[in-house]
């Protein structure tokens, strides 16, 4: 369960770069292969932000799809986790988006 | 609850190898004294209600990351070769761990990370290695603050072999950098052979995977061809070395392996 981890780094994050606000949303961007579950996060965010500067506050997630160019064919593809094949075979390849995890912006009261 | 690990209890760094088997740190980021630059804000309007939204483009584990490159930092300057190494519960990592201790001689030093007890430190201080246990509580996996602690109270020498195992788990350790220079991951035959396949962040990110207990292969159905092949699937350019940590079959490789990476004498002086 390390989306409580994830939480929490927001948390922090959002605490160090915005000391003493009261934050009523947060946007999250967590892409599809970043290996953390969005839904887990939505699942603690309440829990994990209670007395913190982010209770109460409304989460918004944006998932990127995941995107590979293959290094063999040069094809640009969406690849079905969890393996990142491209469909001509090769699992040799770049992954262009998809591994993102961060925090985009907050809003302050 | 701890800021970075989510663990309830607060990690807990025990000292079990020295005089001071009792000596306790307790886990506290704040006492890290790792200071950040301020960065500059970017406010992109305000609505109707007032509120106003700050722009932040910031890492979620931004945090972690930095504790990291300042512990690789240390360690590149120290001459010590970090390995983070990781597995689901009993794939052998501690008994991987152990017979390297005694076959390699003084030259290792450990992070033990396990969410209770400090078992696997004494098995690892009773091989002759200096050896500290973390202790994550709930929290699933060890970060780049609690392997801050940790090297503080083991304090490795120069040209040592740092080994930090991490906490059995298969997901949540592939996403938290510590600072190490390689990443090694254990399967072994006793698990599925379609370990890398379930779980290809952990395995997309090894230098080297060892698939350990080769020794039990004639009494279990494990298809080594088959794990090897998802293994190129989802890191195509990995290393696989066959091991038997129980038997040493293999080892000699691990050891060349480990070799090649440590640093030279020249910087172990410096």
């Known amino acids: 369960m390390h989306e409580l981890a994830i939480v929490e780094g927001v948390v922090d994050a959002v605490a160090e770069r915005l000391p003493g606000a009261q934050v009523t949303c947060v946007r999250l961007e967590i892409g599809a292969l970043s290996g953390v579950v969005a839904d887990s996060v939505r699942f603690c965010f309440e829990l994990a932000t209670e007395g913190t500067s982010l209770q109460g506050a409304r989460l918004e997630i944006t998932e990127p799809a995941g995107e590979c160019r293959c290094r063999v064919c040069g094809r640009i593809f969406h690849p079905d986790m969890p393996i990142m094949a491209c469909p001509c075979g090769s699992a040799d390849v770049t992954v262009l988006a998809g591994q993102e995890l961060k925090i985009t912006s907050v809003m302050v009261a | 609850m701890c800021a970075t690990c989510g663990c309830s209890g607060g990690a807990v760094v025990r000292v079990v190898d020295g005089q001071d088997d009792q000596h306790q740190h307790g886990h506290n980021h704040s006492q890290h004294g790792h200071q950040d630059g301020a960065t500059g804000l970017l406010h992109a309007g305000t609505g109707a209600d ?5 722009i932040l483009e910031q890492k979620v584990l931004a945090k972690n990351d ?11 300057e120290r001459g010590v070769l970090a390995i983070n190494l990781m597995s689901s519960p009993g794939a052998g990592k501690t008994t991987l761990l152990e017979r390297t201790a ?7 030093t450990v992070i033990e990370g396990d969410q209770e007890t400090t078992l696997d430190a004494s098995r690892i201080k009773a091989a002759g290695a200096a050896v500290v246990q973390i202790n994550t509580g709930a929290g699933c996996h060890l970060d780049a603050a609690m392997v801050a602690d940790g090297l503080r109270v083991l304090d490795p020498p120069g040209g040592s072999i740092l080994f930090i195992e ?5 997901v949540c350790p592939a996403l938290f950098d510590l600072g190490e220079a390689a990443k090694v991951v254990i399967s072994s035959v006793t698990e599925g052979a379609d370990k890398p396949a379930k779980y290809p962040n952990m395995f997309r990110q ?5 698939l350990n207990k080769t020794d039990l292969l004639p009494y279990v159905d494990f298809d080594v061809r088959a794990h090897s092949a998802d293994l190129r699937r989802v890191s195509p350019a ?4 066959q091991v038997s940590a129980a038997t040493g079959e293999g080892l000699s490789a691990w050891y060349d392996w480990l070799w090649r990476r440590t640093p030279p004498p020249a910087d172990r002086e410096s």
């Open chain 2, 50 to 54: 007032g509120a106003r939204t700050v």
């Open chain 2, 206 to 210: 090894a230098d080297l995977v060892l």
């Open chain 2, 66 to 76: 930095r504790l990291a490159a300042l512990n690789r930092e240390w360690l590149a």
């Open chain 2, 166 to 170: 991490n906490v059995g788990n298969l």
């Open chain 2, 102 to 108: 005694r076959e390699l001689g003084g030259r290792l």
């Open chain 2, 238 to 241: 990995s290393l696989m070395l």
